[in-house]
């Protein structure tokens, strides 16, 4: 079982940052694939970044490339998402997700994870 809570989330101006963090409970973070999703009103859960149990390996949507990184801290069960010049597209409830997977091959799926936190609202004003 993973426990997952999100913090961090806020108002911000366009090409402003914020960084998300992801505390996890259980003792499966560390061996968990992670994935940062995000979502607005009438419209799908979004893919954003996901990085591997290792960290060695990290994956992110087009639309946030050299803008948001996704980073993890195993000895503290942390995940973070660190989010730069931000646009008002991004703005979005952002969900963390744990996967206890060993496959890696569908990590921008929203089926691909098992656990979920509550979210944390991003709002980015023009």
């Known amino acids: 079982q993973v426990q997952l809570v999100e913090s961090g989330g806020g108002l911000v101006e366009a090409g402003g940052s914020l960084r998300l963090s992801c505390a996890a409970s259980?003792?499966?973070?560390?061996?968990?694939?992670m994935g940062w999703f995000r979502q607005v009103p009438g419209k799908e859960r979004e893919f954003v970044a996901a990085?591997?149990?290792?960290?060695?390996?990290?994956y992110y949507v087009d639309s946030v490339k050299g803008r948001f990184t996704i980073s993890r801290d195993n000895a503290k069960g942390t995940l973070y998402l660190q989010m730069n010049s931000l646009k008002p597209e991004d703005t979005a409830v952002y969900y963390c997700a744990a996967s206890v997977r060993r496959t890696t091959s569908t990590y921008y799926s929203a089926n691909y994870y098992d656990y979920w936190g509550q979210g944390t609202q991003v709002t980015v004003s023009s």
């Open positions: 259980g003792r499966t973070f560390s061996n968990a694939n």
């Open positions: 990085i591997m149990w290792l960290g060695d390996s990290t």
